[in-house]
Structures are given as C-alpha cells and as structure tokens.
C-alpha cells in the first residue's frame, strides 16, 4: 500500500512540475527555463524507476491518467489567478447613431476617446478596456451596431 501512495503522490507532483515546466520555457527567462527543465527531468528520472514497481499495469495508467487530470488542471488554475488583466484598447468607426453608442458606453463606465473625421456623420471611437469582460462587452456592442473594430493588447 505504501508503494502505491508514492507512485501516486509521485505522479501528481511529477505532472504539476512538467507542466509547470513547459509554461514557463515558453514565457521564461532562458536561465529559469533552463532551471525547471533540470528540476523536471531529474524528478522524472525518478518516475521512471517507480512505473516499473510492482503494481498491475492498469492501475498505473489509471494512476497516471487520474494525476495528469488533476495536476495539469491545477497548474492552468493557478495560471489562470496569476494572470494580470492587461489593457486593451478597442478601435472603431461609427456609421450608425453615436449618441446611443455614447449612452450605452458611458452605463458601462468604459473610457473612451470620439475623434470626428471629415465626413460629418462617421467618428472614430477609441475605447479603452481594463478587464477581458469589458472587452467582450464592446465586442457584443460592435456587432450590435455592425461596427467594425480591431483590439489591442497593452504589453504590460
């Protein structure tokens, strides 16, 4: 029973880690990438010896199956909380009624910029987002005004 519970804290621990691992050699610095490889695959070494123990081959791939459910979905988890909302700024022209779309902007407590350009009727709306909801809602409101717009992302 004891052999059990380690291939199974093992596999949790070794699924957390190389899925931590691969996150941040895509993000990382090359000396932190570099860091969480060594740690992973050392760890892994380990693993490796334990998938040879003594316990029924379907036990282990329900095991393994079972650990990298649950460590990837903590990772991403994590991930997820860590993440900084970024600003984004969404641009586009009017060709419909601007001051229903100054209304509905302003219950929404989104900043904007209105910029007219030479033809009387058409303005170009800068639109300012600090929370990914925010931009969803100027997406829906867009299309609702059949407006075409692009998005951009701050770089921190």
Known sequence: ??????????????????????????????????????????????????MNCDLPLWQKSIIVAICNLIGVYIVKFIEEKAKKDKLWKIEL?????DK????LLKERELPYTKIPTYKQDIFIY?????????????????????????????KD
């Open 126 to 154: 800068n639109i300012f987002c600090r929370k990914k909801e925010d931009t969803d809602e100027v997406r829906k409101l867009a299309k609702q005004f059949k407006s075409k717009y692009f998005v951009i992302e701050s």
């Open 1 to 50: 029973m004891n052999l059990l519970y380690v291939f199974i804290i093992l596999n949790v621990v070794n699924v957390i880690i190389q899925t931590a691992k691969s996150l941040i050699t895509l993000k990382g610095s090359p000396i932190v990438a570099a860091l969480s490889n060594a740690v992973a695959y050392g760890l892994y070494t380990v693993v490796l010896v334990y």
């Open 93 to 97: 022209t009017s060709n419909f009624d």
């Open 100 to 103: 229903e779309f100054d209304k």
